[in-house]
């Protein structure tokens, strides 16, 4: 006989920004169950989640509703039962950077008790215990102290699921979990969270990868389009053709079709686009890049590794000028021997990254977001001109957008999103494009595309530096490799004189695995 479930959603409808994303959903979680949900970028997959968790609420004229059951009595309000619901997603993460919310670790953490973002009321000592717990659990000591603003990717995530374990939830729902982290911290979280599972709370994740599936997990969810397109036992479900081609660990990049004349990008002139000299960086007083010495040649594309906190974010930030090296320390650009303009170099170089997508909570359609490239602009504040316009329409229709352009932002999926902002980064015809973990929160039909499109601009001539965790995700074209730990360069070299080496020392290290020969 089936257990009572805990939620019970039956033939909802749910509509974003007037646009719907969730047609009939039917589903139940009952006591005992772990669910993964699989889907492709924009199946609905984040709403879904929002829909378990109460953030978001049916359509007034769905025919169905969603009930909890975690009392005496059914409830259909989310309010009384959210503490028993915990939450973490790349879009919960993003608030702290677009909102400014400058929160030590420790500080965060603690807020999970209250639910609210800031400290507003003294922490019970035995809060306080638990905190430290959960602190030793996850090995994040050293994050107590820093700031959630100056953390990497996956430091701040694992921060974020700390701040929902200090609640006990009796569900933990995650999206996108390990996203942004490396291998050694994958399989730590990995870990934990089958450790959470057999300690009896229960989970419901989404992930992209086979390798990312918790022991536990009971049963699975397949979304297409915004409906079910099945579930059931994951027994049952792994075996379908159309579930295994979503979740495969591996992308293979397609045969490389040529741009077009008019969209490639003229030589580089100079013998380097970038050069550091001697640089330390130091964030909220803490040492972040550590003698930085090293140039990226015209003639050169990168790909940047290291496990998560090595300063690769940092690096890149260096480069486009966010950060700037202490006393001592210079940066060139372009070969030109001086220090080149800011406004200048940007208009040369594309960038791509998280911290970019969370600050785009701007009410644009996406083909506003692409014209906003033109002024590197957060928003479009200036007049966009015809040729401007019509350069923004050749990317978007080389990138196959057309079918999102014209929607608002906020109806976006995680991956829609990023593709959204490599057409920004390539509207002014780029010199570099800098992408720091431009494939996170991307599904395996999107990746490979993505990567598809990575290698077709820079085999046209535009210079490639690539921060990733994932050695599959290194396209051809990339010429050499650079390794980072603790703010310092380790290694470095040709792609094919160094990366095998380099590959079997990480490994060795826990922090890749690829099935990929390199």
């Keep these: 006989m089936k257990r009572s479930p805990l939620i019970d959603i039956q033939d909802v409808d749910v509509s974003i920004s007037g646009r719907k994303i969730l047609r009939g959903i039917t589903w139940q ?184 599936l918790v022991p536990s997990t009971s049963h699975v969810m397949l979304l297409d389009s915004g409906k079910i397109a099945g579930q059931g036992e994951i027994g049952y479900m792994l075996n379908r053709e159309d579930l295994s081609g979503m979740i495969e660990g591996g992308v293979r990049i397609p045969k490389i079709r040529p741009m077009k004349k008019s969209m490639r990008r003229a030589e580089n002139k100079g013998a380097y686009l970038v050069k550091i000299r001697d640089a330390d960086v130091y964030l909220s007083g803490k040492k972040v890049l550590d003698g930085i010495n090293w140039q990226i040649k015209k003639d050169e594309n990168w790909a940047v590794l290291g496990k998560n906190g090595a300063g690769k974010s940092a690096l890149l930030k260096l480069i486009r000028g966010d950060l700037h090296p202490a006393l001592g320390g210079e940066v060139l650009r372009f070969g030109e021997g001086r220090r080149t303009d800011l406004w200048e170099f940007r208009k040369k170089t594309g960038y791509i990254s998280s911290e970019l997508q969370a600050n785009y909570d701007h009410p644009l359609t996406g083909r506003e977001v692409v014209q906003s490239g033109f002024f590197s602009s957060i928003g479009l504040y200036r007049k966009v001109s015809p040729e401007q316009r019509a350069a923004a329409i050749r990317w978007i229709r080389f990138l196959g957008l057309e079918g999102i352009a014209g929607r608002n932002v906020s109806s976006f999926s995680y991956g829609e999103m990023r593709k959204i902002l490599v057409a920004r980064a390539m509207v002014n015809n780029p010199d570099m494009l800098i992408l720091d973990e431009p494939c996170s929160g991307l599904d395996i039909s999107a990746r490979r595309d993505f990567l598809n499109i990575l290698e077709r601009l820079a085999r046209a001539g535009t210079r490639i530096v690539l921060v990733t965790h994932h050695l599959e995700d290194i396209i051809p074209s990339i010429t050499n490799v650079l390794v980072m730990d603790r703010g310092r360069i380790v290694a470095r070299g040709g792609r094919r004189d160094v990366l095998p080496a380099i590959t079997r020392l990480l490994s060795r290290q826990g922090l890749f695995r690829s099935r990929r020969r390199v």
């Design 29 to 212: 979680l009952r006591k005992g169950e772990h669910w993964a949900v699989i889907g492709t970028n924009g199946a609905g997959k984040s709403t879904f989640l929002r829909l378990i968790r109460g953030d978001i609420w049916p359509d007034i004229s769905s025919r169905g509703k969603r009930t909890y059951h975690f009392g005496r009595r059914a409830e259909e309000s989310p309010v009384d039962i959210r503490q028993k619901i915990a939450f973490v997603s790349p879009e919960r993460q993003d608030e702290y950077t677009r909102n400014n919310w400058d929160l030590k670790g420790i500080e965060v953490i603690l807020t999970g008790f209250s639910g609210s973002v800031y400290l507003h009321r003294e922490t019970k000592k035995s809060e306080r215990v638990y905190a430290e717990r959960i602190i030793r659990l996850l090995k994040l000591e050293d994050l107590k102290n820093r700031s959630l603003l100056n953390m990497s990717e996956g430091e701040a995530r694992k921060v974020l699921i700390a701040r929902a374990l200090v609640s006990r939830p009796g569900v933990l729902v995650l999206d996108e979990f390990s996203s942004g982290l490396d291998v050694s911290a994958r399989e730590q979280m990995l870990g934990l969270i089958e450790r959470i599972a057999r300690n009896g709370t229960q989970v419901v994740y989404t992930t992209h990868r086979i390798e990312e």
